[in-house]
């Protein structure tokens, strides 16, 4: 496998869109009509803090975080195209907007995932991530999986 790197960007990138456009298309493959519901909290205009993952010129990955308060920060958007999968793409990306949440100051991660996307679940459970209750937006939605994580802020 050619090294892959993840680089830092804003939501206007067009790689970023492109891979948002694909992982639109996964989720609604997955479930069904009930994703329209999730969508109105999926907006990610003016989000200054996104990742993308690129295996030379090509993005194979996404992800983004967004500020919910002072110490928090929620993770969103996280996708590796299919034929990528199973190559650590995903952790590269947690772990980079982890580092970079720290960077800015805050303290913890929280995060919804769906409960068919099992190697969602699997990567944040085994990266530290615990179940917690729903939150928000997701506390009436059965198909819902909220996590947090503690992270040491750099201030």
Sequence with gaps: MDLVVAKRTQSGDEHFNSLISQLDGD???RYQSTQS????YNKIDSIDTVIVAFDQEKPVGCGCFKQCDNETVEIKR???VPDYRGRKISRLILEELERWAKELGYSKVI???GSKQSEAIGLYQNSGYARIENYGQYKDF???LCFEKPISSAK
Excluded: A, H, Q, R
């Design 78 to 80: 996280m996708f590796v």
């Design 27 to 29: 989720l609604n493959g």
């Design 37 to 40: 519901k999730y969508d109105k």
């Design 142 to 144: 059965p198909n819902s």
């Design 111 to 113: 995060l919804e995932t």
